[in-house]
Nanobody
Framework: QVQLVESGGGLVQAGGSLRLSCAAS????????MGWFRKAPGKEREFVAT????????PYADSVKGRFTIARDNAKNTVYLQMNSLKPEDTTVYYC?????????????????WGQGTQVTVSS
């Protein structure tokens, strides 16, 4: 298993940027496909982005394409989510997740391990 800890959330004005980090420990990081999800009150976890083991494949949700960038540094056991041009609609808790899947998972059911989340608040 892996343990995941998110950081980097906070309060930012609309149009601003934040960089979330997810530090992993417990098993070889590079064997996992990593993803970012978010969950608003009263809603299910929403897919944000996924990154393959080598970093070469990075699908994004339509709502964040062109604004968010997912990246990973396997040497540092860390995955990042760079969020630019933030909107109030992006306000929610963001979670990172890990999975062994050889496919590119984009639903929460496909992931085995989850962090506890970090709050992102975007003011207008």
């Amino acid at each position: 298993q892996v343990q995941l800890v998110e950081s980097g959330g906070g309060l930012v004005q609309a149009g601003g940027s934040l960089r979330l980090s997810c530090a992993a420990s417990g098993r070889t990081f590079s064997v996992y496909v990593m993803g970012w999800f978010r969950k608003a009150p009263g809603k299910e976890r929403e897919f944000v982005a996924t990154i393959s083991r080598s970093g070469g494949t990075t699908p994004y949700a339509d709502s964040v394409k062109g604004r968010f960038t997912i990246a990973r540094d396997n040497a540092k056991n860390t995955v990042y989510l760079q969020m630019n041009s933030l909107k109030p609609e992006d306000t929610t808790v963001y979670y990172c997740a890990a999975d062994y899947s050889t496919a590119i998972p984009t639903t929460p059911r496909q992931y085995d391990y989850w962090g506890q989340g970090t709050q992102v608040t975007v003011s207008s």
